[in-house]
């Protein structure tokens, strides 16, 4: 049995990975939708809610990690922390959004709460979508990291650089 040669992924570019997180996070937050309505038909909604928060967060993670940022692994604890916290601000900022139209309209309507409501959670999508692209899911810092310890242990480093700065600093004074 033969063992197939792996060949490392390339992460997708920003259109691609934006179309995946929007394709994978909203397929979560529809079947949440349905799954806290169907749960809260047996528990108090806010259980319910915190609930499906809980595993849609866990799901979404783990679907970021191996298809929207090309990853293909699982994700790491971590990656889930990180995840999670960019989470609770999204919804910090949903939650201020609201609270804000509630400070300045006495009782506004249901369509203007909606259109608030979506926009401060398009709003804060794109913030998470950076987030998750940038820092929990970036390769290049894992990448940087790896290569840094696998190519050369510190002490060959600076005696490499002990003797390599002298001499190029003395190469810049001659072309001066």
């Not at 390339?10 to 259109?15: L, R």
């Amino acid at each position: 049995m033969g063992t197939a040669q792996e060949r490392p992924r390339t992460a997708p570019g920003a259109f691609t990975a934006f179309a995946r997180f929007v394709l994978c996070g909203g397929a979560v937050g529809l079947a949440s939708s349905f799954a806290v309505a169907a749960l809260a038909a047996r528990i108090p909604w806010i259980l319910a809610n915190a609930l499906i928060t809980v595993l849609s967060t866990l799901l979404a993670t783990e679907l970021h990690a191996r298809f929207t940022f090309g990853a293909g692994n699982r994700a790491t604890r971590r990656q889930h922390t990180q995840s999670a916290g960019s989470a609770a601000a999204a919804y910090a900022v949903t939650c201020a959004a609201m609270l804000a139209l509630h400070q300045l309209v006495a009782t506004p309507g249901t369509v203007v709460e909606q259109a608030v409501y979506l926009t401060a959670s398009a709003f804060a999508g794109v913030a998470r979508f950076a987030v998750l692209r940038l820092v929990v899911f970036a390769r290049h810092r894992s990448q940087a990291v790896a290569t840094v310890h696998s190519v050369r242990p510190l002490h060959a480093t600076a005696t490499v650089a002990r003797t390599c700065v002298p001499t190029g600093l003395a190469e810049l004074s001659r072309a001066a």
